[in-house]
């Protein structure tokens, strides 16, 4: 059997190569740069560990856990400590603990009283019609109120797609979120009532998801499908041009393949020309897909040079509070083995579509706006110990409204039957754990479509 090319080898190509050779179908995963893993990175330096891009992993899935254990990594995992359940949001300038209970919600100074009585008048919302495509500010402000979209929805956003809550589809970017509404025609009854239904399916909700990285950081994850994969990769081949003739897909100098999946971000597949049994295939409508630009900057510092306990996840800015980055990990409380004893490393994220001017700024100049926001939010006093900066131009895609058209655009390139397949953040959602169900499950299509050809 001619090999299947997967392209791009990011944690969604690098698990969908994997679970091929699993059920033993030969692969060759082609990747532009000279590493594998994609945005993940992991930099060791002076006994600190610093992520560039993510940080943890959800584990929503079964799947995801099933990926640790075939590569014999389970003792290397590290959940994340109790304290991060633990999250802050700013509010006044002061760091404000995220209510986790019913009686603390009731207690807290996140949110005015006006905006709790708001909040328990959701159940008796009307649900929108299902074929509304709504955005999540509207959404929030119709069922929740305005305070809870500043200071809960517009950091979390912030914090988990840099994006403007303004602009994400619910449908698409929080798919939970809709179907709750529609299904029980609030979100409130929908959490109690969901939890059964969830746990039948071995899912978990993003928000009680356990979170876990590796001693070694998330890199252990890319570097061991890298070793397993080993002969199977072709570093420093960025892919440009996909021809199929007589049944067989051929590449830019890379040899005939049986199907192609394409696990790359939208602003690449854009630029792919195809052609398939001499007819052009257009994936230039995929440039439209707006990317959110982020820098990542991870810094060190003495624990006695930050006033704040730094008991949790980490802390989250509201765009109301006007201050320069998204907010704050609290990388070290969260796993240990972050930082040399008696230091702390923190790693905060400034641009987003909130700012996306900041991101074109110096280093040095990005590492004193998230140092005055450190002063002013965690009492940070004194210089870094440690300092790593990442700059991703377009890091995050954003699942606008009118989001489906392209996904709808892929799915139908992959029903034609012609042996090219999608994956990946700008296809199954943004998080690494829905890359990992991605890559699954595109190995999954692409058995399935091999057993009906060859
Ligand atoms: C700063 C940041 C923080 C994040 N934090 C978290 C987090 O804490 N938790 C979480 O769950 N998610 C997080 N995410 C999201 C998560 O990291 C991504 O969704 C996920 O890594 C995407 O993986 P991927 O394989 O789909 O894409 P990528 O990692 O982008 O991989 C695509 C690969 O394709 C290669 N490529 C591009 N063009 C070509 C070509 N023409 N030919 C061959 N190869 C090509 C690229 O070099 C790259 O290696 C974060 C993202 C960012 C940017």
């Known amino acids: 059997m001619k090999p299947v090319a997967i392209i791009g080898g990011g944690i969604t190509g690098l698990t969908a190569a994997f679970k091929l050779t699993q059920v033993g179908i030969p692969v060759t995963l082609f990747e532009s740069t000279d590493r594998v893993g994609g945005i ?27 990926l640790v254990r075939d590569l014999g990594l389970e003792d290397r995992r590290i959940y994340s400590s109790e304290q ?12 404000v603990k995220l209510p986790g209970s019913a009686l603390e919600f009731l207690l807290t100074p996140l949110f005015s009283c006006r905006a709790k009585t708001r909040l328990l008048m959701e159940p008796f919302i009307h649900r929108a019609p299902a074929e509304m495509e709504e955005n999540l500010a509207s959404f929030v402000r119709r069922r929740l109120g305005r305070e809870f979209l500043d200071y809960a929805i517009n950091p979390f956003v912030a914090g988990v797609y840099s994006g403007a809550p303004e602009n994400l589809s619910v449908r698409e970017a929080f798919p939970r979120l809709h179907a709750l509404e529609q299904r029980y025609g609030s979100l409130i009854l929908g959490q109690v009532l969901g939890a059964r239904e969830r746990k039948r399916s071995g899912n978990v909700s993003k928000q009680n998801a356990a979170k876990f990285s590796f001693d070694q950081g998330l890199g252990t994850l890319t570097d061991a499908l890298a070793q397993r994969l080993k002969e199977q990769i072709r570093t420093g081949q960025a892919i440009g041009k996909l021809i199929k003739q007589n049944g067989a897909w051929s590449l830019s100098q890379a040899g005939e393949h049986s199907g192609v999946l394409l696990a790359l971000p939208a602003f690449r597949l854009a630029e792919m020309q195809v052609t398939c049994e001499s007819k052009p295939i257009s994936l230039s409508m995929l440039a439209d897909i707006q990317y959110a630009p982020v820098a990542s900057v991870v810094l060190g510092f003495r624990r006695e040079d930050v006033e704040h306990p730094l008991d949790g996840f980490g802390v989250l800015n509201p765009e109301v509070e006007q201050l320069n980055s998204l907010g704050t990990i609290f990388s070290s409380s969260l796993f240990t083995n972050r930082a040399p004893l ?30 005055e926001d450190l002063r002013i939010v965690l009492g940070v006093r004194g210089e870094p110990t440690f300092r790593h900066l990442k700059f991703y131009p377009r890091a995050i895609p954003q699942y606008d409204v009118g989001y489906g058209r392209f996904k709808t655009h892929m799915t139908n390139i992959e029903e034609q039957g012609d ?20 890559g699954h499950e595109a190995a999954g299509r692409i058995a399935t479509h091999l057993k009906k050809t060859t």
């Open 419 to 438: 042996g090219l397949f999608f994956a990946g953040h700008c296809r199954d959602g943004i998080s690494l754990g829905d890359s990992i169900v991605s």
């Open 342 to 371: 008696g230091q702390v490393l923190l790693t905060s994220y400034v641009g987003g579509l909130r700012a996306p001017h900041l991101v074109t700024k110096s280093p040095d100049e990005i590492c004193e706006l998230v140092m």
């Open 84 to 95: 991060a359940e633990n999250r802050y949001i700013v509010r006044n300038k002061r760091p």
């Open 40 to 66: 993940i990175q992991t930099v060791r330096d002076r006994d600190y560990l610093a992520e560039c891009g993510p940080n943890t992993i959800l584990e929503t899935s079964p799947l995801i856990g099933d």
